[in-house]
């Protein structure tokens, strides 16, 4: 039986971050944003300095999870999380201004639609299928689980 | 009066406002009729500003003098990804292996199926190197493509297509393979359509959007060593894409 609540659909920010509020709360909020800057700047510094293929953004963070993951206490990680929960929760919203930029490009994409579309479509099918399927092999469900999900 | 017109249009209020407003919009049409699959707020509000835009012809770069206000949060926002992964660091690090084995085999058979699809079909050697990172984050795709010399920007929006995708069809597909547990619907949605497609996970519960996190960094540095590598390794199949 399939449960019909979970195929509603609610469009909503995936984590409503409470604004940090009065003078201390932000200025702790705005510490861990600077420190997010920071982990991207020296992510930046790290990609051109040893030109390598891969974002500036990436390595920052995980630069930020070794961070957060050897800091001893729980402290910076409530300092960074205001700000990042706040980041995270609006990345759709960061998306949609480049994606705006696909008006520069509707030549191209009109030029090349069927292989753009067979692509994308055959390309996401095969990620989802294999990754699934191995995810399902490699870490599979405790026995409570499916004892629950078995037909 | 009328040349006034030109200078609003490409003032820093008139595109951060027509970001923020058209996407406001959408979520609150969307919430109010339920949140069906096919209103995705990112695809919508997209199609709204590229119709505005088109039809008031306002020049894209115009346009990003203050729609770049917004993207310029990308950078910060992918470094805080970090934070939701090291909050479920311990279900995670128990999944970690069989999760590193998933990504790297899904994301490599994407890529390329993504490629000699994209390929067989005719496409040119830039709409190869578009399509290519489509499965990361856009930010990533974005870069991954500019590295290797591809159009960005073209990239991003390639991403953006699959993200939106894979948000209104992956958890039907899910359903009818019969994946049930939310950390291999989380993993599997989080790999295929990054960002957008996470957003969507965190609706089924906390485990699955977690878990699409998860997916969803692990696909950028997949993507970010995998694509390079399946372009350029074997000179031979760089040679039949044509690049």
Not at chain 1, 84 to 101: D, H, K, N, R, S
Not at chain 2, 17 to 42: C, D, E, I, K
């Amino acid at each position: 039986m399939r449960n019909r609540a979970s195929r509603r659909r609610v469009v909503t920010a995936p984590e409503t971050p409470r604004p940090p509020s009065g003078p201390a709360a932000v200025g702790r909020a705005l510490l861990g944003f600077l420190l997010i800057l920071g982990c991207l700047a020296v992510g930046d510094g790290v990609t051109l300095a040893l030109r390598i293929p891969v974002p500036g953004s990436v390595i920052g963070m995980l630069l930020l999870l070794v961070v957060l993951s050897t800091a001893r206490s729980e402290r910076l990680n409530e300092l960074v999380r205001p700000s990042a929960t706040l980041l995270v929760a609006v990345i759709p919203l960061l998306l949609v201004p480049v994606a705006v930029g696909l008006v520069d490009h509707l030549a191209e994409l009109g030029q090349d639609i069927v292989p753009i579309l067979v692509a994308i479509a055959g390309g996401w099918l095969v990620t989802v299928v294999v990754t699934a399927l191995l995810a399902a092999l490699g870490f599979p469900s405790s026995d409570r689980r499916r004892r629950k999900v078995r037909r | 009066m009328s040349e006034l017109w030109p200078e609003f249009f490409s003032s820093q209020p008139f595109g951060l406002a027509l970001t923020v407003g058209a996407y406001a919009l959408v979520v609150s049409v969307a919430r109010r009729l339920g949140g069906p699959a096919w209103l995705n707020p990112v695809l919508w509000s997209v199609g709204l500003i590229v119709a505005i835009l088109l039809l008031a012809r306002i020049d894209y770069a115009d346009y990003m003098r203050g729609g770049g206000i917004v993207t310029a949060f990308l950078g910060p926002a992918v470094v805080a990804l970090a934070v939701p992964l090291h909050q479920n660091r311990a279900q995670i690090r128990r999944a970690l292996p069989g999760a590193l084995a998933a990504v790297g085999i899904g994301s490599l058979a994407g890529i390329i199926a993504t490629v000699v699809l994209a390929r067989l079909f005719g496409a040119s050697p830039a709409t190869i190197l578009a399509v290519a990172p489509k499965h990361a984050t856009s930010p990533v795709a974005l870069a991954v493509s500019e590295l290797a010399g591809g159009p960005g920007e073209l990239a991003a929006v390639i991403a953006i297509l699959t993200g939106i995708l894979g948000a209104a069809v992956g958890p039907w597909l899910l359903r009818v393979m019969r994946i049930d547990d939310e950390r291999h619907r989380g993993l599997a949605i989080g790999v295929s359509s990054h960002a957008i497609g996470t957003a969507r996970a965190l609706e089924e519960g906390p485990v699955a959007g977690s878990f699409s996190v998860v997916g969803m960094v692990l696909a950028v540095v997949a993507v970010t060593l995998l694509v390079p590598m399946v372009l350029g390794a074997v000179p031979a199949v760089t040679t039949w894409l044509g690049l």
